[in-house]
Nanobody
Framework: QVQLVESGGGLVQPGGSLRLSCAAS????????MGWYRQAPGKEREWVAV??????NYADSVKGRFTVSRDNTKNTLYLQMNSLKPEDTAVYYC??????????????WGQGTLVTVSS
């Protein structure tokens, strides 16, 4: 019914920047909360940032370095990541609360995009 597709991951040196995108498509009426999570090798998935009604919140580990934004006209979520550190290495996942055309509400995940921070 709904697909979230992330893009923009890759290999970057410490101190570098990347911009992730998450495009939602399908039977969408509107999207409520959208957010980013990440899962590092051998660790549990953790919350990174969420944007709700235009207000953004961040995990302490990324505050001041990452910026989340969204374009509601394109149903797309972004994550600008600056001053990247090796500990930011993870698969980054997009998550969204989607109101379908049927007015049902679902929570859905993207497939993830790998970010590797290494020299």
């Amino acid at each position: 019914q709904v697909q979230l597709v992330e893009s923009g991951g890759g290999l970057v040196q410490p101190g570098g920047s990347l911009r992730l995108s998450c495009a939602a498509s399908g039977s969408i009426f509107t999207i409520n909360d959208m957010g980013w999570y990440r899962q590092a090798p051998g660790k549990e998935r953790e919350w990174v940032a969420v944007i709700t009604m235009g207000t953004a919140n961040y995990a302490d580990s990324v505050k001041g370095r990452f910026t989340v934004s969204r374009d509601n006209t394109k149903n797309t979520l972004y994550l600008q990541m600056n001053s990247l550190k090796p500990e930011d290495t993870a698969v980054y996942y997009c998550n969204a609360d989607v109101v379908l055309q049927s007015r049902s509400i679902i929570n859905t995940w993207g497939q993830g995009t790998l970010v590797t921070v290494s020299s």
